[in-house]
């Protein structure tokens, strides 16, 4: 079952239009929640971040964010989701082609639940990456439908079979295709800050104040390539891949190759984060 | 009547999946074809173009260009399409949401044909323009459904109640958010060179053709904004837009705020293009 508006329908039911503004423009905004054990994981974060791409975009929202988070937890329930995610996006809705805002707007929202494991294996072993060029829009932190840039990111790393592509935009590391990036440097993270060249992912939020409750120095600052290819540690995160580390960028290894100290105590307090819903579910 | 695929439907019949690719990420191309005359003015360039994006995406197309060019014409005349224009649009297809590419992609053409008049008045007036930040990607040279940032271009246009944004990257002026745009000095055209930062327009190319012909000489080089605001003239140019004057900027005149001898010159070149085709026909 899928919700559409306020409705959950089958998804054989559901017609987009192909005057769609999402479907002609791209002129729209998403978000990607995580279940873990039937329970939303910053779902109160996401619709921030929902709510904020949308004002950045001027559009709004079809019903309050209230209503939409007790309507998502319908539609988990109605899929039997216990480890997996929901996708929901919000598009300017149907009009006559026009580049410019139809005058009256009819917002459309779309959401559907998906049982997925968790990547347990890549977050163990680590993940390869390559470094590309990036060519994004200069809005990066709005959570937007215009990912032409991510996507041909992110096969170039499967043509290269690497499982990311880093984003390097006038020699700063930016973020990657679909996750945030990290390093670590004598022991302390450097990140990009969270500004127009990044989408400031809710993980990323959590490990920032995970690394603050270990007391690991945190630095919201550029690094460049160099930086980069000679750190102690490289991370990457989402709500998809939470916190893997990288052991391969560009065919050299990171460090010795294998996942690092910083990395694995993350993952320990992040893991630790995703218990804490267990104990308040029961 | 709506083309989808090979086959002419009923728009209400056609439902295009929310997974569809076109729909999550903006991943497709376009391209708006002007029917004059009840022929297509320029289908072979635009076809052209429509093959360099998509392989440019590295997508392909569901079937030959020659055939698509015969559906077309097929889908004009059961639309009766005398004045009007062609909106076609390819997307990756369905596939379950992941950045990559699907491994088996199923590319689905959409095209409607509308009646529409030409902007006759505007391009007997002139319009009006303010200059905007260019925030796009950087592969404007591809006709992608990743419109957002042009969305918002024209937007703050509608917003400041001018007809087009006119952006600016680094300094330098680039195109509009629908249109070309060229400016005039000591009698002589310069526009942004055909690189990735901007579309080489259809009409455009033709332009650039008829100041050829006329033997006015154009150049194919950058300019700024500052000799964009002292230009003797600006034109903007586009499917739709055909050639259109430029008769104010940020609320400044261009200079005595009426349409300039270059820009008559090029519509009555334009004029008989398009009349040229109507001989073609009888």
């Known amino acids: 079952m899928i919700l559409v508006q306020d409705q959950l329908k089958d998804q054989s039911e559901v017609r987009i239009d192909i005057e769609d503004r999402g479907y002609q423009f791209g002129d729209g905004v998403y978000e990607v929640v995580r279940v873990y054990n039937g329970q939303?994981?910053?779902?109160?974060?996401?619709?921030?971040?929902?709510?904020r791409s949308a004002k950045e975009i001027q559009m709004s929202l079809p019903y309050p964010i209230e209503v939409l988070k007790r309507r998502l937890e319908i539609l988990a329930e109605a899929n039997d989701i216990e480890d997996g995610h929901v996708y929901l996006q919000i598009t300017r809705g149907v009009a006559e082609r026009t580049h410019q805002f139809p005058l009256q707007p009819a917002p459309l929202l779309v959401a559907y639940a998906r049982k997925s494991p968790r990547p347990l294996s890549k977050m163990k072993k680590g993940v390869t990456a390559?470094?590309?060029?990036?060519?994004?829009?200069?809005?990066?932190d709005i959570?937007?439908?215009?990912?032409?840039?991510?996507v041909l990111g992110k096969q170039k790393a499967m043509d290269a079979k690497c499982d990311e592509s880093i984003f390097i935009r006038n020699e700063v590391v930016t973020e990657g295709s679909s996750t945030n990036v990290y390093i670590v440097k004598n022991g302390e993270i450097w990140t990009h800050p969270a500004n127009n060249f990044i989408l400031n992912g809710i993980t990323r939020q959590v490990i920032l104040e995970l690394a603050k409750e270990e007391g690991i120095t945190v630095h919201e600052e550029t690094f460049n390539k160099n930086d980069l290819m000679h750190a102690e540690e490289v991370i990457i995160s989402s709500t998809t891949m939470e916190v893997t580390p990288v052991i391969s960028i560009d065919g050299k290894p990171v460090s010795n190759g294998i996942p690092g100290k910083v990395a694995r105590t993350l993952q320990e307090k992040f893991n630790e984060r995703i218990a804490q819903l267990q104990r308040v579910k029961n």
């Open 40 to 51: 939303y994981f910053g779902m109160d974060e996401h619709l921030v971040r929902l709510e």
């Open 130 to 140: 390559i470094t590309t060029e990036d060519i994004r829009w200069l809005r990066c």
């Open 143 to 150: 959570k937007s439908l215009n990912l032409l840039g991510n």
